[in-house]
C-alpha cells in the first residue's frame, strides 16, 4: 500500500537531490491559470459540477482527483471554484509548457528523487491558505484510487489542511474523432466534489505507521466517494 511520497508524487521531507530554490508558487498565476481553464474546458467540452460548494471558499484545502485522462488536471483547474496549484511530473513542463506552467502556479515535482523543493512548495501553497491540487495515485491510470501513494497523507496532517475528494468521470468512455486522445469535442464530463474530511490532527505524528494508517483511512474516503460519485452520474472512471 506504501510507497515513498516522493517516488512518482510529492512527500515528506528525507534526504536527497533538489532542485535551486526557486520564486514561491504564484497565487496570482493560479487565478490567471482558472480563467484559462474556465475558457479551454467550458469552450471545448460540457462540464457537470456538482458539489462545488462543498470546497471550503477560505483557507487551505487539498483537493484529491482520481486520474484516468490527461485532461483531469486542466478540467479541475476550470470547474473549482479557487485557483488550483497542481503537483505536476516535470516529464510535462517541456518546451514552452514549461514557463508557462510555472507562471500560473503550477507544481513541478521530480518523482525519480525525493524533491525537497517540490514538498516544500506544496507546504507553502497550503501554508498560505492556497489550494493544492493532488493526484493520489501518482501517475495516470485505472482512475479508482485503488493504489495511493502517501504524499497526500503528509501533507494533510502536517499541515492539517482539509482533504476534498473530487471524482472526474466521462474523461475516458469514447475517443474524439479529431483528436483521438481526448474525449469527443462538447461531449459531457462530470466533476463531482465531496464532503471535506480530516486525514488527521495538524502537526501530528509522522512516523511510517502513522503515514500507513492516514493513508488507508485517506483511501476509504477517496473510494467511498468515487462509488458515490459513480451512482450520482450514472458513470463510471477508469480507462475502456
Known sequence: MRRHPCRGEAGGPVSG????????PSAKGAAVGRGIGIGL???LWRPRVLGAWRVPATGPVILAVN???????????GTAPRPVHFLIKKEAFVGPLDPFLL???????????????????????????????IFPEGSRGEGDFASLRS????????????????????STERRGRLISAAPPLR?????????AFEAGESGGRR????????????????TAHLD???RLTGRRAGLE
Open 103 to 133: 507562471s500560473i502556479g503550477q507544481l513541478k515535482v521530480d518523482r525519480t528523487t525525493t524533491d525537497r523543493a517540490a514538498v516544500t512548495d506544496a507546504l507553502g501553497v497550503l501554508q498560505g491558505g492556497g489550494v493544492l491540487g
Open 187 to 195: 461531449s459531457r464530463i462530470d466533476v463531482v466534489f465531496g464532503d
Open 17 to 24: 537531490p533538489s532542485r535551486p530554490r526557486k520564486a514561491a
Open 41 to 43: 474546458m467550458y469552450g
Open 67 to 77: 486520474h484516468s485522462h490527461n485532461i483531469d488536471g486542466p478540467m479541475l483547474m
Open 151 to 170: 504524499g497526500l497523507a503528509y501533507f494533510a496532517v502536517r499541515t492539517g489542511a482539509p482533504i476534498v475528494p473530487v471524482a472526474v468521470l466521462g
Open 207 to 222: 512516523t511510517r505507521q502513522a503515514m500507513d494508517d492516514a493513508t488507508l483511512r485517506i483511501q476509504k474516503r477517496l
Open 228 to 230: 458515490n460519485a459513480r
